[in-house]
């Protein structure tokens, strides 16, 4: 039981979400989180989710 217990925005889909994982400073919902398993590197989605882990990398660094 958590009393703290609340939804997080999600950094991919921009929708809160009770349910993630964090990469980095990214919160990533469960439903993303599948999509980045399912999604082939090759593919242009896989990309765009790097360049969202990189974005906070950077935003990390300079803050
Ligand atoms: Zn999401």
Known sequence: ??????????GICNREKPKGIHLYTLFICCDCEQKMIHTE???AEYQHYLDKLKNMKQTTLYS
């Open 1 to 10: 039981m958590e009393n703290n217990y609340k939804s997080e925005m999600c």
């Open 41 to 43: 590197p090759c593919e």
